[in-house]
């Protein structure tokens, strides 16, 4: 996959680990929830190694990761284990996924659809990890990647299994070391397509981070209480050496040397208690606090001009209660979700000091039916009412009360070869906090001033997904969904000098998800070709330009891939077709065109409970080009030039080894 670019990283406000949330103990397989169930020694011939691979190996499954929202609403992601989802605010699933050793697993169980998970019922799939009891262990993981003879990766992951009288302990060390590394040529041009100037940039990431978690789970018959906390700790650098270059001026060349910090630490601890009451009811109730703290510093070295600082400060506290009826007739769940967030900030430039704090308070009841027709329909209802207060402590802002009816139904159709769900639900996107907090990219010198009178956007999405096996050898899951949208967000002019983030009105959106999974058991045994497409088509009525897609869309992504998967050895390549992304400013347009994108891995058990991992990312290296237009007086004028950058970033070659004592 490609490197996380630094606007990708510099945006974690939102990051808060919750490990800990759960709305179902694990059920057993019934007549109205139907599973297909694989045992741990089913993926030993893949030469399976940890969770991740035994999901990414069954067929017909897509893996979702979770919202990094605020509050336990949607937090989820569509693998459980042991009946609780494994999620994350600031890991992904794939990571959480990649600490379940093979020997820890004793079987999964995967619902194509209608799954007894109500914490994970906004996914219509899921996958439940049966994780037995171990005894003492360590899993031990290092990695190392160079790129242009030059380290761009050390990594050390630890975990500690360490069972206690009736507790299962778990103790988490990680440590990163990476290094990114980019050069870029641009050309700048008038309207005219004349050359104007050059530049030059090389641009250097270094990004140094520790995570220190704790798990600690009691389960017996009647329910289980889970414990958990996290330290994490990040320090991130990044270098622009910029070189510019304007022909018949008296200063034709400039060069200017920035530098970019930021500093995070965070402190989490949540806790999850399920337990079943009179045989009939499942309670459960879910806690989570979480203190963020930011520091950011941007400079020019060579320059005599004040440095950019910021500082930031995110508490949350959060807390779920929910009960479900499993075993009466329409299996109903009632619950209520509440949540606490704050945010001070304080930015000071140049020419400028601002001190924001905004402050969220919102809560959630909910209900739930699940109402078995037919053998083959069924039909899951939920309703969710919010309400939320919003105050940004601003002067002339208001303080923002809302209430939201959020009603999900899905209709699906069963038969021994295909699945169909019909979905209509209300979404509400959580505020970014970030938006009313001043933003300042130095890769393309762009500010965006906060707003502290933007609304939540929404929308309204009809959807269908169908999951069709016709044979073992092909499996297709395809999902089709339009959204009518409210309160967009784009970026609009908020003073006369400034822009930022607002809401601009209302646009509709279509797309296609699409998996198909080819068994190629005739070219090699045990291997296997999937392939990932997805479409997306938006229409946005903008007063500066007209009828045009809503910012940041990519209308086409397409990835292929080929493994081959044996108890001795695994390989595979995987293949990533170019694609675009549009994004609209004020007085700008920026057409991001990445190339396409080949890697190769190889994996084979080198000693007992030992297996190693040779990856090359990008062998024809990353290429992507940036096509920048500028408008005058903005984007409903005439245009005043553009901007073609180059990028390059050169292959990675990584090396993992992985060892369990």
């Known amino acids: 996959m490609p490197t996380v670019n630094s606007i990708q990283i510099i945006n974690i406000t939102a990051g808060v680990l919750l490990s800990c949330s759960a709305l179902a103990i694990?059920?057993?397989?019934?007549?109205?929830?139907?599973a297909q169930r694989f045992d741990a020694n089913h993926f030993s011939q893949f030469n399976a190694q940890h969770a991740l691979d035994i999901v990414t190996l069954t067929p017909g499954f897509v893996l979702h990761e979770g919202d990094a929202q605020r509050g336990l609403a949607n937090t989820s992601g569509n693998v459980l284990i042991n009946g609780i989802p494994a999620q994350s605010k600031t890991q992904?699933?794939?990571?959480?996924?990649?600490?379940?050793?093979?020997?820890?697993?004793?079987?999964?169980?995967?619902?194509?659809?209608?799954?007894?998970?109500?914490s994970v019922s906004h996914h219509t799939q899921a996958i439940n990890i049966k994780v037995n009891h171990v005894a003492t262990a360590v899993d031990i993981q290092t990695s190392y990647a160079v790129r242009d003879n030059k380290r761009s990766l050390a990594e050390l992951s630890t975990q500690i299994h360490l069972p206690w009288q009736d507790w299962q302990h778990q103790l988490s060390l990680k440590a990163h070391n990476s290094r990114y590394e980019s050069d870029y040529l641009a050309k700048e041009f008038?309207?005219?397509?004349?050359?104007?100037g050059l530049q030059a940039e090389n641009f250097i990431e270094q990004l140094q981070e520790v995570k220190l978690s704790t798990l600690s789970t009691l389960g017996n018959d009647q329910g289980s209480l889970q414990v958990t906390s996290q330290f994490w700790s990040e320090r991130w650098q990044t270098d622009f050496v910029h070189t510019h270059f304007v022909p018949n001026d008296s200063t034709p060349y400039a060069r200017n040397y920035t530098v970019e910090w930021l500093d995070m630490d965070e402190y989490q601890l949540g806790a999850d208690w399920q337990t079943t009451l009179f045989d009939t009811f499942e309670l459960q109730l879910t806690g989570l606090t979480t203190d963020n703290k930011q520091a950011k510093t941007i400079a020019e070295l060579n320059v005599q001009t004040a440095p950019f600082l910021q500082s930031k400060h995110h508490k949350e506290y959060a807390a779920q209660l929910s009960i479900q009826a499993t075993s009466w007739h329409l299996e109903p769940q009632w619950g209520i979700e509440f949540s606490y967030n704050q945010l001070r900030?304080?930015?000071?430039?140049?020419?400028?000091?601002?001190?924001?704090?905004?402050?969220?308070?919102?809560?959630?009841?909910?209900?739930?039916?699940n109402w078995k027709i037919t053998d083959a329909w069924q039909l899951y209802s939920k309703l969710n009412v919010e309400f939320a207060a919003l105050n940004t402590n601003a002067q002339h802002a208001k303080k923002l009360t809302e209430r939201h009816i959020k009603p999900l139904l899905r209709l699906t159709y069963e038969s021994p070869k295909w699945q169909v769900n019909w979905q209509f639900k209300q979404h509400v996107e959580q505020l970014d906090f970030?938006?009313?907090?001043?933003?300042?990219?130095?890769?393309?010198?762009?500010?965006?001033?906060?707003?502290?009178?933007i609304k939540p956007s929404r929308y309204s999405e009809l959807s269908m997904q169908l999951n069709y096996a016709p044979n073992e050898h092909i499996t297709i899951n395809n999902t089709v969904f339009t959204q009518w949208q409210r309160d967009i967000h784009e970026s609009m002019q908020l003073t006369e000098t400034d822009e930022g983030i607002a809401n601009a009105g209302r646009a509709r959106l279509n797309g296609i998800n699409a998996v198909i999974d080819?068994?190629?058991?005739?070219?090699?045994?045990?291997?296997?070709?999937?392939?990932?497409?997805?479409?997306?088509?938006a229409q946005f009525d903008d007063p500066l330009g007209g009828v045009r897609a809503i910012n940041a869309l990519t209308p086409h992504a397409l990835s292929a891939e080929f493994r081959h998967n044996y108890?001795?050895?695994?390989?595979?390549?995987?293949?990533?077709?170019?694609?675009?992304?549009t994004e609209y400013f004020v007085?700008?347009?920026?057409?991001?065109?990445?190339?396409?994108?080949?890697?190769?891995?190889?994996?084979?058990?080198?000693?007992?409970?030992?297996?190693?991992?040779?990856?090359?990312n990008a062998i024809e290296k990353e290429k992507t080009r940036y096509w920048q237009q500028f408008y005058q007086p903005t984007r409903a004028g005439r245009l005043d030039g553009y901007q073609v950058i180059n990028e390059s970033v050169e292959p990675e070659l990584r090396l993992t080894l992985r060892s369990q004592l």
């Open 434 to 453: 970030g938006l009313f907090v001043v933003s300042q990219d130095i890769s393309f010198d762009r500010v965006q001033l906060g707003n502290n009178n």
């Open 26 to 34: 694990s059920a057993p397989t019934d007549e109205q929830h139907q």
């Open 92 to 118: 992904s699933l794939r990571d959480l996924l990649e600490k379940i050793s093979i020997d820890q697993i004793e079987f999964i169980d995967f619902y194509p659809s209608n799954h007894p998970f109500s």
């Open 518 to 537: 080819i068994k190629t058991d005739f070219l090699l045994l045990n291997s296997t070709v999937t392939f990932d497409y997805q479409y997306r088509h």
């Open 587 to 616: 007085t700008e347009k920026s057409v991001v065109r990445e190339g396409p994108s080949t890697s190769l891995f190889i994996e084979m058990p080198i000693a007992d409970k030992t297996q190693l991992r040779l990856a090359a």
């Open 190 to 196: 008038n309207q005219q397509s004349v050359l104007q």
């Open 345 to 369: 900030a304080q930015t000071q430039s140049a020419t400028q000091f601002i001190s924001n704090q905004v402050s969220e308070t919102r809560y959630q009841p909910f209900a739930a039916i």
């Open 567 to 581: 108890d001795t050895l695994s390989w595979g390549i995987e293949y990533i077709a170019k694609q675009r992304e």
